[in-house]
């Protein structure tokens, strides 16, 4: 089997793979593969829950509503470190944007997700459940084997507070829109340290009015960050999330891996 099967469906579950130990599937979970999807029994497909790696396992039908997954073998085993530790530091937004949002960073290499409140945020109630489930369905698609963590959101100005002694040692990517005319690469070069080692990251994406003077002079003058700009166009926060993603990973994160 190649790195990837693009062709298989997939499904993260809860429970803990083993070689032939079955696997109930949770009401939702046969209706979609036995109603919408039309499996069969012995029909094959994937599963991983972040932890076991993933398994090609065989479905077996128990009536019309009901069905357990057959682990038939591990395809992949779980990467130990995780290939990814870049953590995504958000204004909340409204719901169909946040959603998208949620999809795009998972499918970044985000290993955690939390969200930010701002002196100009406007949503103030993240559905935190509602963005668990469209990071799960993401890394269905995607083809990743952790599912990033959400975490409860926080004010901007206790999470800075308390970053030190919470986030030792990780350095927070601030874009500001305050920075153009700069070079985006040439600065995330600065944060490489000793033999060019690169420390964990977090990015930071504000609201879509921006952060307010007293952030922005916070962010700046806090040893932990580093303000980058994103360009010379406004960009939508969900926008600049790719943006400011993709940038990190080519520069700093597993892209930079890469060979070329």
Excluded at 34 to 57: P, S
Excluded at 216 to 241: H, K, M, N, Q, Y
């Amino acid at each position: 089997m190649s790195h990837y099967d693009f062709k298989s469906q997939r499904l993260w579950v809860e429970q803990d793979i083993a070689e032939r130990i079955a696997i109930p599937c949770e009401r939702a979970q046969a209706n979609y593969l036995l109603n919408v999807l039309r499996m069969q029994e012995g029909d094959e497909m994937l599963i991983f829950n972040g932890r076991d790696g993933e398994w090609k396992v065989e479905v077996r039908p128990m009536g019309r509503k009901k069905c357990a997954l057959i682990p038939v073998e591990q395809v992949r085993p779980q990467p130990k470190p995780e290939a990814s530790d870049l953590h995504y530091l958000f204004a909340p937004l409204k719901s169909a944007r946040i959603d998208y949002m949620a999809q795009k960073a998972v499918e970044m290499g985000v290993s955690q997700l939390r969200s930010v409140f701002t002196q100009h945020t406007q949503e103030r109630r993240p559905k935190l459940d509602k963005m668990r489930m469209n990071v799960v369905e993401a890394a269905e698609q995607c083809g990743i084997l952790a599912i990033p963590d959400v975490t409860e959101a926080t004010p901007l100005a206790k999470l800075l507070a308390n970053w030190e002694s919470t986030d030792e040692g990780r350095h927070i990517i601030f874009c500001d829109e305050g920075e153009l005319g700069k070079d985006p690469l040439a600065i995330l070069d600065t944060i490489r340290g000793e033999g060019n080692a690169v420390p964990p990251l977090a990015v930071l994406i504000g609201p879509e009015g921006g952060f307010s003077a007293e952030e922005r002079e916070t962010l700046r003058a806090s040893s932990f960050v580093t303000p980058i700009p994103l360009g010379p166009r406004i960009l939508r926060a969900d926008t600049a999330a790719v943006a400011a993603l993709a940038i990190v990973q080519a520069v700093l994160g597993d892209w930079a891996d890469q060979p070329h």
